[in-house]
Structure formats: structure tokens, C-alpha cells
């Protein structure tokens, strides 16, 4: 069946609407059971024995004293298990509660072989530092080296040269949901039953199967809610499988979820960077020359890179800056390990580039949305950066900056960003039964955007029923597979899949109740839970009557993904407005907008909450999180969230989501979006904190320590 | 967490009886004291849960002739929302509000917040054995360490801030301390009721094993008394304070007459700045003087690697303590 396009807009009843979540209210009551909350009868809990030093082999590893403790009911150890930071999994134990699991940990004896540690870049990029990885791999590796044009030349003929050090921090994933899952052993050990806290059951199956030397169809992953995976939660992980292991081993189900502290250390974040920046631009303000030196730590990983110059750019094709040098390093140290974060490196690239932006601003005497437009080629985002501008009230930034009276200044800042999104390799099964009632199936899950609403909207919306008519049926490795959501992909991935699928099962109740309508099946229309007569409409039948029609056969049709209805590539920016109080060197945002190109809107409202929160997210990023490693011993002393600072609700002002709804963005099918507008939120509120204060505070998180510094070295401190 | 006996103590006397031996700890509210346990950096033979003492007195808010007391058992809430409170011991009620959480407030004690222990993150971690808990060293005091948050004022040979926001607001209102122990019932001034780690390392006040707060009293304020109390967080909600000061004073005619200045988050115990309170001390409260005295609350600070911000942020929020008695 040929695939069918989209409807436009104007006729969608449900699509580009406001839909509310279908899980809205078993997720405010608490009746929505989260993989954290799933324990089977008889369930064992497991715990992790982890590393104390953070550079060190677990020569041996001696559980009897653990598994002596009554209630202790397995053990797994990996014995020679090298451990590159503080809180490396070594050893584990599953026991009737977790108040046993804690005793028995302890009372595990490992002999430990330790090595010299770093724990900051700064300091492992030194010669004589200590080497995280041995003798195998050096602590400095060149992730990056390009040139392009001629550097030095376009330096000296340009009309404003800027320079400075822009440097962000380890942000760590601290999902609500701490990583891990639930593992029952089924059919005698035949078949594995996991409830995992993931954002892609086809993949944790695959691992644990890879793992557990078995055949994937012997293994069923159920995530019915997740509490947040931001890129860090596609694989089962050591802890899943460990926790397969103990199940197997001890003949009972075990739930195994990390423990706060190990949900800081162990399972992932946005790594850091530090981007000595210089700049120049000609005397209308286009960028002529960029050339960094850069580096990143990913901790014991590599994955520090990110996208430079970032946005800005307008000569060649593709657009960039022409003559530009790029010089950037993997620094490893001895902390826990990158792992993809919300819009991968973007943040980190948007922070340099977008001071870097206001600083030529201001050198060349020009507006930072002028400077914007001219060097942004995508004519979308030059639409929104106006747009933004706009609705935060530009017009009353200070050009000078610090001008107000008073200690508190008012600041405003803006910055802009991309993203691919796109979508792919989903099937769905859609199934009419007799009784009228309409089943998705789609074997991909809800890392909380809202993918069991757009899949009922877009199957309501095709079918022409109500959104509460379809039960949406997701987060199961039994059900037709989708990929894991990570890069922005999901909505583009599913909604087409869904849409595909219900037209062919509409097709095929079409042509099952044509008789009855004396009609030939394409001749047919699903609207307002009516299946009706194109050439005439009083010619209906109630969906539940079309239904009743199917008898002892419903309809089950399969279908997947086509490219033709989702796209890639979107635009946004984002604009702040706050206060900084120069004697206490407390930021407060008072409010930002941010605007966002989505393709074809599936549902305004869950996209608007995915605006939202990436703001949130961006700000706690800016203001407050910080991973902090103590050179000492080694260990982050912020392991938990009480001193791992996350933005609280009093922090939080009047967030504006603009949905991006001009028809050229819509009739595009549809992108994800889940990433994008978290990153120039940290950028916009540093530039935001320039112009109020004339001091730039080059380092994330923005902290009354950092501002009061920052003042100090302007000269302006107050105290 | 360490196996431990768990007593339920009818009375304070009971109480005191089952505390008179070493390993033996009261329990409150246990927002402080349990995750210290389970985090085994607060270690307890003997844990003796006060809340199930019945005595009149250790519970509650009461006006006497003298002026206020309030049990050790009143929950922060209760302190904070008391409009008795608000109205004549601003600074108590200003500095308990900025406790931690609403669910903090709503099961902490004041008992509890102010006898809770440091809050150093290198204290709070079991692989860091500090001179708090008996170890050979100070980590905070190392050059290479991250003290952001350790004392400018006061520290050595240990470098942590008391955390008690509450504190800093009583010594700032001289209130005096009902203390029972083996030895019968003491009376200890707020002043004196904090030591520094100069005085005693592994605890940060004067109480002896046995001895628990039973309540606090507070003189009832004198014509034209005001206090206020004020602090700067990284977070405008559930964060510890980075520096804050709670001031008060007999303000007549625009002269204040028996200042008290006080910093919180500073230094191992409230911190009272008397050079400061001299400087003021009879004088017009003006800004020149509200400035100066700021300079002369901080003329002793000796910041650590990392904390040298809190000196000009301190002196801010003298000066802003003190304009709002002006
Ligand atoms: C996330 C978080 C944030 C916090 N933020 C702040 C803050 O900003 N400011 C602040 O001041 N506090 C803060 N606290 C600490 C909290 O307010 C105090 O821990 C609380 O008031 C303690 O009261 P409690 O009754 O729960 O004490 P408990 O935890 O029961 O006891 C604390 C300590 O006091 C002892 N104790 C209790 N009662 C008595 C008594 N009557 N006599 C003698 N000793 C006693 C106990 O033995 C124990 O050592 C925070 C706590 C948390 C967890
Ligand atoms: S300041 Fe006190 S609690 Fe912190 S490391 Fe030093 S001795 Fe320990």
C-alpha cells in the first residue's frame, strides 16, 4: 500500500493540538508502577561492594564472611577487576532485605592493589602527573586537530579580535530513577523476565542475551515508566547483568537499582571542557576567523568532544567559519565515565561559542540579535532569534553593561541552537476488535516525553476516534520493535510507524464494512468515531457498529516507519532575562523563552513540557550542578543530592515554550526534539550575567563564588 | 549501619539515665542522625529516641514573665510559624524557616538542629577519617582540598562551619540553654554553649555524655529590640547557607544600644563579632557604620584555598542584617 502523506494542519483534529498525557493521572496519583517500584514475590535485593580507592586492582575478593550472614543468598565477585575510579563495581550480594544486603557488603574482604590517582584535568595534563590508565593508554590523547583557510592572516586583517577561556563542568546524569532493573528466571531457568529502567528494552534484551549466552527470544524487557534516562540508560549495564546473574544463582527474583551515591559515580555524565577561544570578525560583524585550543575530561572514558564553531558561520557551503583551527584533547582522570547526555557535546560547544558571539558584540559596538542574524544562514532561527527577543523584552537591555543602580542588575542574553533528530526502524502493530476497541502496539518505550500520548493521538487522529479510544500499548520486547530513544528520535520514529500502521488497518476496516455502507473501500472516511461516505456523507456508520461488523476476526495489521513522514534537522533559540545581585553574587533568572522548531507537532502539550524541562535542566546546569572530585583521596565529595546541586523549584522563574508553528516547519513531518532546547539555556544566562554585571563569568556552574570572583578581577567586587 | 539497642525513655529523667554511658546518643527528629548512621560517619551502641519522653517542657512554645520558651521536641515548623516569634524573635524565626525542606522543618527539632553534627562533606563520607571523627587530619585544611564551603573564621585544627541556622539566631538573641544530665539540671548560655575545635574535636558544644537540651529560654525583648537574621544559598530553596549573619539590638532614635552580630556559616561555632558590635555599640546606625562594622566583622577572616569569596560576601550580609534594624 502506498504510504499516505500526512493531512495538512488545518484538518488535524488531534495532531499539532493539545492532547494531555494519557498516563497524566495514574503518574500524579502514584498509581503508575515505576521499574523501581516492580518487586515480584520473594524478591532478593542486590547491592554492589564498590572500589574505595580510585585507582586500583581487586586482587582478591573474599564473600564468606557475607554469604555467612544468614539471608545472604548469592554472591558475584570479579576478582582482578581493575578500577579506575573510587566506587567501581567489584562484588555484589542479593539478600532477603536491604538491610542485610548493606551488613553483607561490608563484610566483604577485598585486597586491594593500589596506584597513583588524578582526579583533575588540569592536573592529569600535567607531565609528571599520575597515569589513570597505567602504562596502556597516556592520560592527554588528541581527539581533534583541523585546520582550514589561513588562521593568522584573517586574525591581522580583522576589524575586532576577541579572545577568551570558556570552561563547563561535569554535569553527572543523577536520574530520579537510579540505573538497574528487576530479574526473574522463568520456566526453570529457561526464560528471563526483566524489569528494567531503561530507554531501550530491545537493547537491554540484546546485551543481556549477549551476555547470558541465550537467545534473545528468551528474553522479555518491560519498562512501563522510567524515571529520566537522558542518553544514560540504553544497555542492561553491569548492573543488569549482574543482577540476571544473582537471580540465576540464587533461584529467586532480584531487584538490583543503584544506590544514590552509585547513581552519581557510576552511571555516566556530560563530561567537562575547558575552550581557550579567539575570534574575529570583520567590520559589519561577520566571522571571519575562529581558532581554539580545547580540551575535556570524560573521566576514564574518552567522549569529551563537541561540535566547533558552533552555529555561526556563513561562508561556504555548508556554512562555516573559513578560516578556522581547532585543537582539542581527551583528558582522561581517574572519575566515572561520559555517557551521552541530552544533546551530546552541544551545551558545552554552545557556552564557548555564544560568549565568544557577545564578545565580538560588544568589541564591534553591534546588537548580540543583529550579530546573530547576520551570521546564522538558517533563516529559521533568524525568525526566532527576533522572536525571542522579542518576547523577553530586549528592548530593554542595558547596551552598557552594569548600567542599572543599585547592586542588582538586570541582564538579558541570548543563544541559539541545532539538532538532527529524525526518525527510522519502527514497526507497530495495530489491532480493531469487534467490541470497537482500537490496540497500538509498539515495542518502544517512555523515557517520559510523552510516547504513549503521540502514540495514541496519532493512532486517534488516523482512525478518527478520540485520544481515551486507543490503548496504547508500549515498553515491551514482545510487542513489534523501535529503537531505543535517544537522539531526539523517538516521536519521529514512532508517530510515522503509527500512522502507517492504523491507515492499514483502517484500509482494511474499510474494505470489510464497505458492503454494509453499499460503498467501494476507498470511498470511505474514519471521523468523529464514524465511518462515513466520501460522496455522501449522511451515508455512516458508528465506529462500534463498523466494529461489531468484524465478528470472530478482528484485524491485526503490522506496519512500519516510512522516511517520507519524518525529517531531520531543527532549529531554536533561547533568550533569558535575570538579576544578579553584585554584593551576594546571586543569579536569579526571572524568566526565559524558548523557541523551537519541531517539524510537524504531534502534541503542543507534551512538546511544550519538553521545552520546559530542558529550560529547568539548563538552568540547574548553569547555576548550580558540579560534579566535585577531591584530590585527597580521590573520591567526589558531592556524591549524593544534597551537595550535588539541582535547580529546586524556587530557582525556576516563568518559563515562555513557543512551539515553532509556521506551516513551512509543520508541512516538514515530523522531528524530535527532546534534546535541543537545553542547549543554549547555560550560554544565554552566562551572556545574561555580562550584560548586567560587565563581568564575564567564563566558568559553569555561575555561583555566588564564581560572580563575586569575577567582579573582583573587573575591579567592581563590592564587599 | 552498626547494630544498636533502642531505648524509649518515659521521661527526661529515664532519658538521661539510658544516655549516662559511652556509645549512647539521643535521637529527635533523626534527619540529621539517620543518614549519618546508615552513612556510618554517626556511630551509636545505643540510640534513646526522646520523642517519647511525656514531660511538660520539652515540647511546645510557651510565654512566661521571663519571655519565651520552647522545648528542645518543637518542631521547626512549629518555631517558625509561631507568631509570637515572628513578631518578637524575628531572627528566629527567620533563621529556622530557611532550614532545609518544609518535611525537614516538619519532623526536626530544635534540640536536634542545634546540637546536629558538621556537615563537611569530607565529615559526611565514611572514607575520610578526619579529625572530627578521630582521624590524624583536617582534609578541609589541605591547600589542594575543596573547602568552599569550610570556616574563614575561627578554624583549626578542624575547619568546619556549625551548621545550626538556628544557632546563630539564639546567640544572637542571648538565649540561654536548659540542660539535664547525671548531674542534675545547668543552665548554659548560648554564648558559651558552641567550643571550637581548639576546645573539643569530636563534638561541637558543651554537653557531657548523659546530657541532653531539654528546652531553650529567651529573655522577652526590651523596648525597640529587633533581630533579623539573613543568609545567602547557591539555591533559593532546601540548600545550607554559604554565610548569612543574625544581628539584633535595642534600636532607639536611630542609635543601637547592646548590638549582637553573628555569622553563620563562617566559622565552627555562631560566630559573634565583637570588635564589630563595639564599633556600633551607642552609635546612629548609619551607613557608614553599618559598612564599618561589616569591614570589622571580617578584619580576622583567614580564608582556606577556596573560601576566600566568603569575606566580601559576609561583610554583606552584616551590613544587610544590621540596615534591616536601622
Ligand atoms: C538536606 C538537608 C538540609 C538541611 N538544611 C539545613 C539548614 O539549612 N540549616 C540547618 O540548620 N539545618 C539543616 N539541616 C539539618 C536539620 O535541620 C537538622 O538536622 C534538624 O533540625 C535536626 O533535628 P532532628 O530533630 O531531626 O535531630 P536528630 O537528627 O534527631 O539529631 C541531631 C543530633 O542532635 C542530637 N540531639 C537531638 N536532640 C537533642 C537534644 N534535645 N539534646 C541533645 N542532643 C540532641 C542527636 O544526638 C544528634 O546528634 C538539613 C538537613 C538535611 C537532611
Ligand atoms: S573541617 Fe572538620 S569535618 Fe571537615 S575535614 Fe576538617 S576536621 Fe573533618
Redo the contacts between chains.
Keep these: 500500500m502506498a504510504v499516505i502523506p500526512w493531512k495538512p494542519a488545518g484538518e488535524m483534529t488531534h495532531i499539532t493540538k493539545n492532547t494531555t498525557r494519557v498516563d497524566a493521572v495514574p503518574k500524579v496519583t502514584g498509581k503508575a508502577e515505576f521499574s523501581y517500584d516492580v518487586l515480584p514475590k520473594d524478591a532478593l535485593i542486590g547491592l554492589f561492594v564498590t572500589s574505595?580507592y580510585p585507582n586500583c586492582t581487586a586482587v582478591t575478593v573474599d564473600t564468606a564472611a557475607a554469604e555467612a550472614l544468614p539471608g545472604v543468598k548469592a554472591v558475584w565477585t570479579d576478582e582482578g577487576k581493575v578500577c579506575r575510579m573510587?566506587g567501581e563495581f567489584v562484588a555484589a550480594v542479593a539478600a532477603e532485605t536491604r538491610d542485610i544486603a548493606?551488613d553483607a557488603v561490608r563484610r566483604v574482604r577485598v585486597e586491594w592493589e593500589r596506584y597513583p590517582f588524578v582526579v583533575k584535568a588540569e592536573d592529569a595534563r600535567q607531565p609528571n602527573s599520575a597515569q589513570v590508565h597505567g602504562a596502556t593508554r597516556p592520560n592527554v590523547n588528541r581527539a581533534a586537530d583541523d585546520e582550514a583557510g589561513d588562521v593568522d592572516a584573517a586574525f591581522e586583517s580583522a576589524a575586532a579580535v576577541v579572545d577568551g577561556t570558556y570552561s563547563t563542568q561535569v554535569q553527572t546524569h543523577t536520574s530520579l530513577e537510579s540505573h538497574g532493573m528487576t530479574c526473574r528466571w522463568d520456566d526453570a531457568g529457561e526464560n528471563l523476565r526483566v524489569w528494567a529502567s531503561t530507554q531501550g528494552v530491545f537493547s537491554v534484551r540484546g546485551e543481556l542475551a549477549g551476555a547470558l549466552e541465550m537467545p534473545e527470544s528468551s528474553v522479555v524487557v518491560t519498562t512501563d515508566y522510567m524515571g529520566g534516562g537522558f542518553g544514560s540508560k540504553f544497555g542492561a549495564g553491569v548492573e543488569g547483568i549482574v543482577c540476571a546473574r544473582l537471580a540465576r544463582d540464587a533461584g529467586r527474583a532480584v531487584k538490583l537499582l543503584l544506590t544514590r551515591e552509585q547513581e552519581q559515580t557510576n552511571s555516566g555524565n556530560r563530561p567537562s571542557s575547558v575552550q581557550h577561544i579567539r575570534a574575529a570578525a570583520d567590520a559589519e560583524g561577520r566571522v571571519t576567523a575562529f581558532d581554539m585550543e580545547a580540551h575535556g575530561t570524560g573521566g576514564y572514558s574518552q567522549g569529551a568532544g563537541f561540535p566547533a564553531p558552533y552555529i555561526y558561520g556563513v561562508f561556504g557551503d555548508p556554512p562555516s567559519i573559513p578560516n578556522r583551527r581547532i585543537v582539542r584533547d581527551d583528558v582522561y582522570i581517574n572519575a566515572g565515565n561520559a555517557r551521552a547526555m541530552r544533546a551530546p557535546g552541544h551545551p558545552q560547544a554552545s557556552f564557548g561559542m555564544e560568549a565568544t558571539m557577545d564578545e565580538l558584540a560588544y568589541a564591534l559596538d553591534i546588537d548580540p540579535v543583529d550579530l546573530r542574524v547576520l551570521n546564522d544562514p538558517n533563516e529559521t532561527r533568524q525568525a526566532q532569534y527576533r522572536d525571542a527577543a522579542k518576547r523577553i523584552g530586549w528592548s530593554r537591555r542595558n547596551a552598557e553593561p552594569g548600567a542599572d543602580a543599585g547592586p542588582v542588575k538586570t541582564g538579558f542574553g541570548i543563544g541559539a541552537a541545532r539538532w538532527g533528530g529524525g526518525g527510522g526502524g519502527t514497526r507497530a502493530t495495530v489491532e480493531i476488535h469487534s467490541d470497537g476497541s482500537a490496540v497500538v502496539k509498539c515495542g518502544t518505550q517512555d523515557l517520559g516525553t510523552g510516547t504513549r500520548t503521540v502514540v495514541a493521538a496519532v493512532a486517534a487522529e488516523q482512525l478518527g476516534l478520540a485520544v481515551e479510544d486507543i490503548t496504547p500499548l508500549i515498553g515491551d520486547t514482545r510487542f513489534p520493535p523501535s529503537g531505543g530513544s535517544g537522539g531526539s528520535t523517538t516521536c519521529a520514529s514512532v508517530a510515522p510507524a503509527i500512522k502507517v500502521t492504523a491507515d492499514a488497518a483502517l484500509a482494511t476496516l474499510f474494505g470489510r464494512v464497505a458492503p454494509a455502507l453499499d460503498a467501494q473501500a476507498d470511498n470511505l472516511e474514519a471521523v468523529d468515531r464514524t465511518i462515513r461516505r466520501i460522496d455522501d456523507p449522511s451515508k455512516s456508520l458508528a465506529w462500534a457498529d463498523a466494529c461489531a461488523l468484524l465478528g470472530a476476526e478482528p484485524i491485526s495489521e503490522t506496519e512500519q516507519h516510512d522516511g517520507s513522514l519524518s525529517s531531520r534537522g531543527t532549529a531554536g533559540v533561547c533568550s533569558v532575562e535575570l538579576t544578579v545581585d553584585e554584593?551576594?553574587?546571586?543569579v536569579?533568572i526571572q524568566k526565559v523563552v524558548s523557541v523551537q522548531e519541531a517539524g510537524l507537532v504531534i502534541d503542543k502539550l507534551t512538546l511544550e513540557s519538553q521545552l520546559i524541562g530542558a529550560v529547568i535542566q539548563g538552568i540547574s546546569y548553569a547555576?548550580?550542578e558540579d560534579r566535585?572530585?577531591?584530590?585527597?583521596?580521590g573520591?567526589q565529595?558531592?556524591a549524593n543530592m544534597e551537595?550535588y546541586?539541582i535547580?529546586?523549584?524556587?530557582?525556576i522563574p516563568e518559563i515562555e515554550p513557543v512551539v515553532w508553528m509556521a506551516e513551512e516547519s509543520l508541512s516538514r513531518g515530523v522531528i524530535g526534539i527532546g534534546e535541543p532546547p537545553v542547549i543554549p539555556v547555560a550560554a544565554a544566562i552566562g551572556n545574561a550575567v555580562r550584560n548586567a554585571t560587565g563581568a564575564r563569568v567564563a566558568g559553569l556552574p555561575i555561583?555566588?563564588?564564581r560572580v563575586?570572583?569575577a567582579l573582583?578581577r573587573e575591579g567592581r567586587?563590592?564587599? | 549501619?552498626k547494630n544498636f539497642e533502642y531505648v524509649r525513655p518515659d521521661s527526661v529523667a529515664q532519658a538521661v539515665q539510658a544516655l549516662d554511658r559511652r556509645g549512647a546518643m539521643p535521637l529527635a527528629g533523626g534527619m540529621d542522625m539517620v543518614p549519618g548512621m546508615q552513612d556510618n560517619v554517626i556511630i551509636a551502641d545505643r540510640v534513646v529516641n526522646l520523642k517519647s519522653i511525656r514531660d511538660d517542657g520539652v515540647r511546645g512554645i510557651r510565654e512566661t514573665d521571663y519571655g519565651l520558651v520552647i522545648g528542645a521536641l518543637t518542631t521547626l515548623t512549629e518555631i517558625a510559624e509561631h507568631p509570637v516569634v515572628q513578631s518578637h524573635y524575628a531572627a528566629l524565626a527567620e533563621a529556622t524557616v530557611e532550614v532545609g525542606s518544609p518535611q525537614i522543618r516538619n519532623a526536626g527539632t530544635l534540640g536536634g538542629n542545634l546540637c546536629q553534627r558538621p556537615r563537611c562533606?569530607?565529615f559526611r563520607?565514611e572514607?575520610?577519617n578526619c579529625l572530627k571523627k578521630g582521624g590524624p587530619r583536617c582534609?578541609a585544611a589541605?591547600d589542594?582540598?575543596?573547602n568552599?564551603y569550610n570556616a574563614i573564621l575561627g578554624g583549626g585544627p578542624a575547619y568546619i562551619v556549625h551548621p545550626s541556622n538556628c544557632a546563630s539566631a539564639l546567640v544572637a538573641l542571648d538565649a540561654t540553654f536548659h540542660v539535664a544530665g547525671p548531674d542534675g539540671p545547668r543552665a548554659v548560655h548560648a554564648d558559651d554553649f558552641f567550643v571550637l575545635p581548639t576546645e573539643r574535636l569530636l563534638q561541637e558544644n558543651v554537653l557531657r555524655q548523659g546530657e541532653i537540651v531539654t528546652h531553650v529560654e529567651i529573655a522577652a525583648p526590651a523596648d525597640g529590640a529587633k533581630s533579623a537574621f539573613l543568609e545567602?544559598a547557591?539555591?533559593?530553596?532546601?540548600?545550607w547557607g554559604?554565610s548569612g549573619a543574625a544581628v539584633s539590638g535595642v534600636v532607639r532614635d536611630g542609635v543601637i544600644n547592646g548590638p549582637r552580630i553573628v555569622l553563620y556559616a563562617v566559622a565552627p561555632i555562631p560566630w559573634r563579632a565583637r570588635d564589630a558590635e563595639a564599633l556600633i555599640d551607642g552609635k546612629p546606625l548609619t551607613e557608614d557604620a553599618i559598612r564599618a562594622a561589616?569591614e570589622a566583622a571580617l578584619a580576622g577572616a583567614e580564608p582556606l584555598s577556596n573560601n576566600g569569596?566568603k569575606?566580601?560576601?559576609t561583610?554583606?550580609?552584616v551590613?544587610?542584617a544590621l540596615a534591616r534594624l536601622a
Design positions: 574505595p573510587a548493606r554584593e551576594t553574587g546571586d536569579r547555576l548550580h566535585v572530585m577531591d584530590r585527597l583521596l573520591h565529595v558531592n551537595f546541586k535547580s529546586g523549584a524556587m530557582d555561583t555566588p563564588r563575586l570572583e573582583e567586587a563590592q564587599g | 549501619m562533606w569530607y563520607n572514607h575520610y582534609f589541605d589542594d582540598a575543596e568552599q545567602t547557591e539555591r533559593a530553596g532546601f540548600d554559604i561589616g569569596y569575606v566580601p560576601l561583610k554583606t550580609m551590613r544587610r
